[in-house]
């Protein structure tokens, strides 16, 4: 299994609805992090989770909100899905030793 | 704040031939610095990392990379490329090893055979 598994893989959604992207890992870390990749930008971040009672905005957080279920699950939800939110999504976790282990995306198609 | 700036958003290089893809950052504390490869339909992979000490990093697959604080660069070289080497490849900075990464934009390298 995946240190960091991402469900689902591929998602077409329409305008104006509400979709759940979500995230395990299996490291144990107490950080998680959601990304969003769009071509010739990078990543950037969304949110990002330091423990359970912790979360926190990243750089593009609108129209986005987050859920840390437990240490080991961080979800990403779009209320009101809109097509410039077409993007490939990434969940990551983090510890101070090893850096960043990333999920296999989530590639979400607004139309 | 931390940014990155990768110049060049594609790179051709001939199989056996030196791969040199740039990174310049900014950053108000002492950065760490990373690169990551990410292959077709596939996550981020860590290819090195600097944190502290020496300035030549040696990572995964025959990649290095050296900081270089007065230039604030950190490019990554490896000096013969394979086929399978072609992949998207991303600078990232951050003020520690699991603090909040900031990416550049991205380089995509394509290997001639």
């Known amino acids: 299994d995946a240190d960091v598994t991402q469900t689902p893989r591929n998602r077409i959604t329409k305008t104006g609805k509400r979709i759940m992207l979500e995230c395990s890992q299996t490291?144990?870390?107490?950080?998680m992090y959601w990304y969003r990749q769009d071509p010739g930008l990078g990543l950037r971040l969304i949110y990002y989770s330091f423990d359970v009672k912790d979360i926190n905005k990243g750089e593009i957080s609108d129209g986005y909100s987050v859920s840390r279920q437990a240490q080991a699950k961080f979800s990403l939800s779009l209320e009101s899905a809109i097509p410039n939110q077409t993007a490939l999504y990434f969940c990551?976790?983090?510890?101070?030793?090893?850096?960043?282990?990333f999920g296999s995306g989530t590639r979400l198609t607004v139309v | 704040a931390q940014s990155v700036t990768q110049l060049g958003s594609h790179v051709s290089v001939s199989e056996g031939a030196l791969v040199l893809l740039r990174c310049n950052y900014s950053?108000?504390?002492?950065?760490?610095l990373f690169w990551y490869v990410q292959y077709p339909n596939q996550g981020l992979q860590l290819l090195l990392k600097?944190?502290?000490?020496?300035?030549l990093v040696k990572g995964i697959n025959g990649f290095e990379a050296e900081f270089k604080k007065s230039e604030t660069s950190f490019h990554l070289t490896k000096p013969s490329a394979h086929m399978s080497d072609a992949a998207e490849y991303f600078c990232?900075?951050?003020?520690?090893?699991?603090?909040?990464?900031?990416f550049g934009a991205g380089t995509t390298v394509t290997v001639r055979a």
């Open positions: 990232a900075v951050s003020r520690s090893n699991d603090y909040k990464l900031s």
């Open positions: 950053s108000s504390v002492p950065p760490y």
């Open positions: 990551a976790t983090s510890d101070g030793r090893e850096g960043y282990t």
């Open positions: 490291k144990g870390h107490d950080r």
């Open positions: 600097y944190t502290t000490g020496a300035t």
